[in-house]
């Protein structure tokens, strides 16, 4: 399987000095080049707990509170109507702040006026004050999210009329519309730690994994428990989408490293990784850097060894 490419377009309107339209400038140069697929993030608000209290994964502040957090699905549908071909997703949307009939339309609406680009990761969340705001429940979150993928997958069925009895939610004789041009439906990923739960849960409910930020160690270890996970509920392992940031942090004098950004890149996809999805805002300098790290990004789709003299955007 050749690897495919993904922009993320978390922090993007930094590098054209704040425009809120980044995100579909990027998008077009993205669609332009031949680039897999643009993913967006997603937060509702953030938390001071987060960025100045250490309450983000792993005890530390959270680096991108100052970023501008677009709505996903709003963004996504801005997106499609400038692009003609690029796939959509997310990385990652916050599935249980929405409640799932919600999410089901917005997602089938993305998928039809996009032609049927739409693909979707949705995550737990992990921002207490998030869902506070938002109405929503914190604690079992993890369970809502499974159910909200199967209330989803229902409304974007062909029957008349869909029935749901579940713990967070319950319907009887409705159907939504639009429903997804996809006829296999939109691909849902989530967006999850491998712990031993978690796997179950990517094994039983996805389409695909989409990693958080693992060495390419870690990663492959993962993702080899995961393919043994799919087999034992006969799955098939090949059509299990396994995505993962790809990133390499700057050299010493602030410009980005893009021999190690493509050595990580080749890692990835020796672990196993059938998607690579990039970060723009962490790995240019301002907007003229996009295009030049896409073509050169694209080279991985055909394994090219890294060369042995140093990289430069543009050349």
């Not at 039809?112 to 938002?134: I, K, P, T």
């Not at 020796?270 to 996009?290: E, K, M, N, Y």
């Amino acid at each position: 399987m050749t690897v495919k490419i993904g922009i993320n377009m978390m922090g993007v309107e930094s590098l054209y000095q704040g425009d809120p339209r980044a995100q579909l400038k990027a998008a077009m140069i993205a669609d332009r080049c031949g680039i897999d697929l643009v993913s967006v993030s997603d937060h509702l608000l953030v938390s001071r707990s987060a960025v100045e209290e250490g309450k983000y994964l792993g005890g530390v502040n959270f680096p991108y509170g100052h970023f501008d957090w677009q709505e996903p699905a709003v963004s996504l549908g801005a997106i499609a109507a400038v692009t003609t071909r690029v796939r959509l997703t997310t990385a990652i949307m916050v599935g249980p702040l929405r409640s799932p009939a919600l999410l089901a339309k917005q997602l089938a609406t993305i998928d039809a006026l996009s032609g049927g680009r739409l693909e979707v990761a949705l995550g737990a969340g992990w921002m207490e004050e998030e869902f506070a705001a938002s109405g929503m429940t914190f604690n079992g979150r993890f369970g809502f999210l499974e159910e909200q993928v199967v209330v989803c997958r229902k409304l974007w069925s062909d029957a008349s009329w869909v029935r749901h009895e579940g713990k967070h939610v319950s319907f009887t004789d409705v159907f939504a519309k639009p429903r997804p041009v996809q006829k296999s439906g939109i691909p849902v990923l989530l967006g999850l730690l491998p712990s031993e739960r978690n796997i179950d849960r990517l094994a039983r409910v996805a389409d695909g994994w989409a990693s958080p930020p693992l060495a390419p160690a870690a990663f492959g270890e993962a993702w080899g428990k995961l393919k043994q996970a799919l087999t034992a509920l006969g799955r098939d392992a090949s059509v299990f989408q396994a995505r993962v940031p790809c990133y390499a942090p700057p050299r010493a004098d602030g410009n980005p490293d893009l021999d190690a950004l493509i050595g990580a890149g080749r890692a990835y996809i020796d672990a196993g990784a059938t998607v690579l999805d990039v970060p723009l805002s962490l790995l240019c300098r301002d907007a003229a850097d996009i295009e030049p790290l896409m073509q050169l990004l694209l080279t991985l789709k055909h394994y090219a060894p890294a060369p042995t003299e140093p990289l430069q955007m543009g050349a």
